[in-house]
Nanobody, 125 residues
């Protein structure tokens, strides 16, 4: 059974930092592109960042470029999202996802086969 479990969310003041982690089990992580999405209350899900199977290709949504860094460790079956200079508009539930084998479509939710349960990030002003 495939499981993706996010951790590291919490409450932080604007300008602060958080590091989210996504632990994977039940799959060979190196075969899958991975991504982060977020959903704020009353809003649609939004692509945040993605990384291909070996980390050679990385994509970010414009609003987080220069502030967020995505990384992965296939040996440890994990993916991280380092979030710096957080803003109140970053407040959302953050989800990690693992995509289809050999298929990298970073910002398209339907390209991802497995999803975590989400972790809450709240940035106070």
């Amino acid at each position: 059974q495939v499981q993706l479990v996010e951790s590291g969310g919490g409450l932080v003041q604007a300008g602060g930092s958080l590091r989210l982690s996504c632990a994977a089990s039940g799959l060979t992580l190196s075969e899958y592109p991975m991504g982060w999405f977020r959903q704020a209350p009353g809003k649609d899900s939004e692509f945040v960042a993605a990384i291909n199977w070996n980390g050679a290709i990385i994509n970010y949504t414009n609003s987080v470029k220069g502030r967020f860094t995505v990384s992965r460790d296939n040996g440890e079956k994990s993916m991280d999202l380092q979030m710096n200079s957080l803003k109140p508009e970053d407040t959302a539930v953050y989800y990690c996802a693992a995509g289809g084998r050999g298929y990298y479509a970073p910002s398209i939710p339907s390209a991802y086969k497995y999803w975590g349960q989400g972790t809450q990030v709240t940035v106070s002003s």
